[in-house]
């Protein structure tokens, strides 16, 4: 190709004076333009060299002796792979190392895989506290207690476990149970409609666990329309918290619909917090809901506070265990959506692994069967707290759905201050994303013999309640799950009551063992189930 100075001798011809100085003068404009544009090219195209190399170095520094790949892409990294995260690639990944990097864009990430790592990063509150992709803070609020860290967490914290002791579990279970009986009856509606044919259930199923939640934390203060349109809705704040989005929110993408949704939990949150606050004001109010509990607790306390400031000599067994403020709307309402948040996706995540496996296991499913109608003989009686807590059996079938398919694969950590492992001889540094994950601890041979298999009575017979350490599901350290023996339950009650009434075809496919990973994981062709009145036989075509 002509250089620059080749295209400017090339047009020295002789024309006429005046033609020669129009010409000239036009070809001095081309030239200093080409002259202009090739500066600027080459100006782009350094810069852009000096980018790659810095964001290449730049990863090399982090990287240190970690496994990771070699070279990144230059600045995405693998970022095109997390739109569409494979649960082959993340296993991959927890394979290669015990402390695995990628870079994408500019987020460092680390990914803590063995069991002791995990523990480690879970139990470094000095060095990291969870966290969440930017657009969290605007669907949750900035303010809200799931992004405190350190003391003012553990404070925050203390004032909500009443709501999770035995006694206000059973309190929840009537409200709980109706739920589950009206769509259990929409199950079989549903079934009907298609003539028996399975279809689809992870769907149903995310929205049957909303509403159990709804009922859980706001009681009957929302309608049932109310909780049907936040089970709807919630779909939008997931996809709006997928690791890989928009950090901002633009007109009519996922973020912006998740801001809507959210916007409309807590508008309706708020609501039902002020109607437990009337409620609750009235003589002999039993609490039903966690709203309840908690409003109840600020109601004590407040009068506690009162007696104090009359000067009252208040015996110390009257005296509140845990003395709470009061808590506006606002503040209870953002609380109980950090516990939709934080159970959503986890539970509805089981419940579908739940019912397939059991669904798969005639056996297993005989064996539940026989416990429950050993336990609770009247079918239609209420079921108590007793008599879940006797069901040792189908505990063991829940723990272990919840060991074989864990719902949360990784818990994301943020980096506060550089973190030493000397184990691994890293520092990680600050402002890095360290992810410990569950997968492998719930899998390790040493603790679960036979890891891939799906043996409920290694719980009863076995050595699996001893393997504490490895017990990831739930998480461990200051941010460990508060809402664990509260899911465990409800996964009993939901598999006792759907077992003592009604059978469940599911069409195993190709698919079905497969991973679909959604914030948690699901089986990946979206579990096609039918479902029939016990004993009435399925009309399903199988
Ligand atoms: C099968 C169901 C569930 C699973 C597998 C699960 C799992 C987890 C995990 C892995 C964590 C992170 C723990 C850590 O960082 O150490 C967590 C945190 C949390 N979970 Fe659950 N969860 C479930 C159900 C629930 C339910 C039903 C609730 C509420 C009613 C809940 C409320 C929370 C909250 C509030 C946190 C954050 C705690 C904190 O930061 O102090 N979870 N959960």
């Given amino acids: 190709m002509a250089s620059p100075m080749e295209v400017y001798n090339a047009s020295q011809t002789s024309l006429p004076d005046t033609m020669h100085a129009t010409i000239s003068s036009s070809q001095s404009g081309i030239m200093s333009k080409v002259l202009e544009n090739t500066g600027v090219w080459s100006v782009l195209f350094t810069v852009l060299a000096i980018a790659v190399a810095y964001d290449q170095i730049q990863y090399w520094r982090q990287k240190g002796n970690l496994v990771g790949d070699p070279f990144k892409i230059p600045f995405i990294g693998p970022f095109l792979e997390s739109v569409d995260p494979k649960f082959s690639k993340y296993y991959e990944k927890w394979t290669s190392g015990e402390l695995s990097c990628v870079s994408v ?26 966290c969440v992709v930017d657009v969290a803070h605007k669907l949750l609020r900035a303010e809200n207690w799931v992004f405190m860290d350190g003391k003012e967490h553990v404070e925050y914290r203390k004032g909500l476990n009443g709501l999770f002791t035995r006694q206000a579990m059973e309190s929840y279970l009537p409200s709980q149970q109706q739920v589950y009986n009206e769509y259990f009856e929409s199950f079989l509606r549903m079934t009907k409609a298609k003539s028996g044919a399975p279809q689809p259930f992870v ?44 950090p901002f929110i633009i007109p009519y993408t996922k973020t912006w619909y998740g801001k809507k949704a959210s916007d409309q939990v807590i508008v309706a949150f708020s609501a039902c917090a002020a109607k437990a606050k009337i409620r609750m004001r009235q003589k002999g109010a039993e609490p039903e809901c966690i709203m309840d509990r908690w409003v109840q607790q600020m109601f004590e306390s407040e009068r506690y506070r009162e007696r104090i400031a009359k000067g009252e000599q208040v015996p110390q067994e009257e005296k509140p265990s845990m003395l709470l403020r009061m808590f506006s709307d606002y503040e209870i309402s953002m609380t109980v959506m950090s516990f ?15 019912l397939q496996l059991t669904a798969d296991r005639p056996e297993v499913l005989a064996k539940v069967r026989e416990e429950g109608a050993r336990i609770r003989p009247d079918s ?10 006797q069901m040792e059996y189908t505990r063991a079938v829940v723990k272990e759905t919840l060991r074989y398919r864990p719902p949360v694969i990784m818990v994301p950590y943020l980096v506060k201050k550089a973190f030493h492992i000397p184990e691994a001889n890293y520092t990680a540094p600050k402002g890095s994303m360290i992810i410990p994950s569950t997968w492998l601890s719930l899998h390790d041979p040493e603790a679960y013999p036979e890891p891939d298999t799906f043996d409920p009575e290694r ?56 991973i679909r990973i959604f914030a948690t994981i699901f089986p990946k062709d979206d579990l096609q189930l039918s479902f029939s009145r016990r004993g009435e036989g399925l009309v399903a075509a199988q």
């Fill in 105 to 130: 864009f500019h987020k460092f990430v680390i990914i803590s895989s063995t069991r002791d790592m995990s523990r480690k990063v879970f139990n470094s509150p000095t060095y990291v506290k969870p």
């Fill in 203 to 246: 769907y149903p199923l995310r929205e049957l666990m909303c509403a159990v939640s709804c009922r859980t934390f706001v009681g009957h203060y929302m309608s049932r329309e109310g909780v049907k349109k936040i089970a709807d809705d919630y779909y939008y704040m997931t996809a709006a918290l997928e690791l890989v989005n928009f």
């Fill in 340 to 354: 939709l948040f934080a159970s959503q996706d986890a539970t509805s995540s089981a419940c579908s692994w739940l």
């Fill in 380 to 389: 239609k009686a209420e079921v108590k707290l007793e008599d879940l807590e």
């Fill in 459 to 514: 719980w009863i017979s076995g050595t699996a309640e001893d393997q504490g350490k490895n017990w990831l599901v739930f998480g461990t350290g200051p941010h460990y799950c508060i809402g664990q023996n509260y899911a465990v339950l409800n996964l009993i009650l939901l598999l006792h009551k759907l077992s003592t009434d009604f059978d469940w075809h599911h069409e195993i496919t190709p698919l079905s063992e497969e």
